[in-house]
């Protein structure tokens, strides 16, 4: 039977669908007045400072719960599984995700990981993960940039800690032989600046190493159903204010795919996508 017809079960399912994004506003929601009561001016004085606590505070609850999902975990722990070498994380957050690399650190297969995380209210914790996985700090194993993923956030930033030669934003200046053998991004780019997500694409690319990869579990917008369509589009209006600048028509799939940069690119919808759902999760393995 198609998963597509409307049988009671499938019209509860949808609902339920339809009605996640819901259950993580609400939470937003709460973390609201908390962060207003701790920083009382901040909202007026610095709007993007105070969206950037409000998040952090967010994620900080909200993060260990949802890293735990037993439907996500396989694919994000096959692709943590694929890292090598030196390692680019583009939005690791509080560093939830890392768990799934101590076995690589302790092997030695994973050397080095540079954390592009612009929310500097989730450092701390972000630090913390990776000391507690064996990528200490203090010995340069983990480097914390405050950054995004978009090449004029990230390339000074890199070019900082004199890991990149030029601090130009154009990608692949100074970078022929690549940087990184890995770089992965889990559930981050859907808060990248969308109309760059082409230019970002590129610089990833121009970052890897020859025979890199890059490898991403995302969200990315269901171009197919109206309904989800229509109602992604009125959550539009409000999920980047309260979720940290998300995105639920997230493009990393397109960009990747019409960018025809990668030698090979494997990019799929997780098997749990029944072709309606809000969140519609690719899994992505894009060698250079
Ligand atoms: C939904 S959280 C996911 C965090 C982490 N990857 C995880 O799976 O637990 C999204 C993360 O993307 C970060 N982010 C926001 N803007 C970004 C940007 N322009 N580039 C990269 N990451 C960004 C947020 O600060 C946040 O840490």
Redesign the pocket.
Known sequence: MSPTMPTSNTLSARLLDLTSPLQLLLYSLLYLPITILSHPTLLLTNPHKFQ?LW?GAL?KFL?PQ??LSPEQTPY?AGLFTRAQGTVL?????????MRHLVNAVREGRVERVVG????AA?HERLLGNARGVGLNPGQGKYVVLE????PG?LIPALHRVGMYPSSSSSAGAGAAEGIFDTII?????????QHQMPEIVSTIHALLKPGGEFLFFEHVANDNDLLTRVWAWLLGWIWPIA????HLNGRVDKAVKESGLFESCDVRNTKEFMGWNVFRYVVGVCRK
């Open positions: 950037s998040f994620w993060g949802m890293a994000i994380e583009l939005g690791p957050g509080n560093g939830d995700q592009a995380e612009p929310n989730l950054a995004g993923a978009e956030s991004c889990i559930k981050s780019m859907c808060s990248a600046p979720m940290g600048n998300c």
